[in-house]
């Protein structure tokens, strides 16, 4: 009542395009995260760091604890920000804590060496130190 069972014999050759099939998924999955996942988040940390070493004078910044501020000075030697939150209140902050760079400010202007301490031109903006005394000084006519 009971036959016997034998095994059947293997087909011989098939063994690589077996292994092709099986790796197929697998190497799908990977493109799949490397083209959606890993490579924007490369390209945002490049930006990210190209706009932290970007950062100058006048620019607005927000810091990883939420602070929005402009930066009034620049230091490279240590990495260090002098940030503005607000009127007379100026913080350091690490470079590597700022979040985000909002607005770029304007580039310093040089101080020309010739003019000496005359009146600015038509073209020129006064500095930042120069506004503030012209704010707190009150205008006569005459």
Request: hydrophobic content about 40%; cysteine-free; aromatic content about 4%.
């Amino acid at each position: 009542m009971i036959s016997p069972a034998y095994a059947q014999a293997a087909g011989g050759g098939g063994g690589a395009p077996d292994l092709m099939l099986q790796l197929a998924p697998f190497v799908a999955i990977m493109a799949v995260f490397y083209f959606l996942i890993i490579r924007p988040q490369q390209k945002r940390a490049k930006e990210h760091r190209e706009a932290l070493a970007a950062i100058r004078r006048n620019d607005r910044i927000v810091t990883t604890g939420g602070l929005v501020g402009i930066v009034t000075k620049v230091t490279e030697g240590d990495d260090m920000l002098t940030v503005e939150i607000a009127p007379g209140v100026r913080v350091q902050v690490v470079r590597t804590m700022v979040a985000e760079v909002r607005g770029k400010g304007q580039p310093v202007a040089a101080k020309p060496a010739a003019k000496g301490k005359g009146k600015p031109d038509k073209d020129e903006e006064p500095a930042e130190d120069e506004q503030d005394e012209a704010a707190d000084t009150p205008k006569t006519s005459g």
